[in-house]
């Protein structure tokens, strides 16, 4: 980057997607500082190559090198399995009044846990769909895939991601 100009309009382009960034880096890293580690270096990483960006859609540039960072950084380091703590990161929004919020807590680790158990690959595409709303174009260019292998990993992950939680219903685990 090269002058203040460049550095406001970086800001008023990616900033916005912070929170997405922040949300795919915490499932694929599964724990809060490692999450914050990754967007940062994701984001000195956009900063330096933003005369690259081209235009286009912002959140998914930026997300896609969320992902490079964090796989770079998994192949370099060889950290493959990493902590996870299911009451600090939520999808699920907590309804109001106290059985409500206990129902939605439970509800929300037990969707957690069938989560944790997906592969990466599966979980990945699962939350840029379901928790990002990302188009099955922006996931198969953010992943570098194409758009049938998102839809096949979508549809396994989604049958995956049930038969976990049916699992979880009737007190049964199922491990991969």
Not at 58 to 75: K, N
Request: with cysteine; aromatic share 8%.
């Amino acid at each position: 980057m090269r002058n203040n100009h460049d550095v406001s309009q970086f800001e008023k382009i990616m900033l916005p997607h912070l929170d997405a960034a922040y949300n795919l880096a915490r499932w694929l890293t599964r724990n809060d500082h490692d999450a914050e580690d990754l967007v940062q270096t994701a984001f000195v990483r956009a900063v330096r190559f933003f005369d690259s960006y081209q235009g286009g859609n912002p959140r998914a540039w930026l997300l896609t090198i969320v992902r490079h960072t964090f796989y770079t950084g998994l192949r370099d380091n060889r950290q493959d399995e990493q902590t996870f703590d299911e009451d600090i990161h939520s999808p699920l929004p907590c309804a109001s009044g106290p059985e409500q919020n206990q129902n939605s807590r439970d509800t929300s680790r037990i969707v957690n846990q069938a989560l944790e158990k997906l592969p990466n690959t599966f979980r990945e595409v699962l939350i840029l769909k379901e928790l990002e709303e990302m188009s099955y174009k922006e996931i198969a260019d953010l992943a570098g895939i194409p758009i049938g292998t998102v839809m096949s990993r979508l549809a396994r992950a989604r049958k995956l991601l049930l038969k976990y939680l049916n699992g979880a219903g009737s007190g049964e685990s199922h491990g991969m």
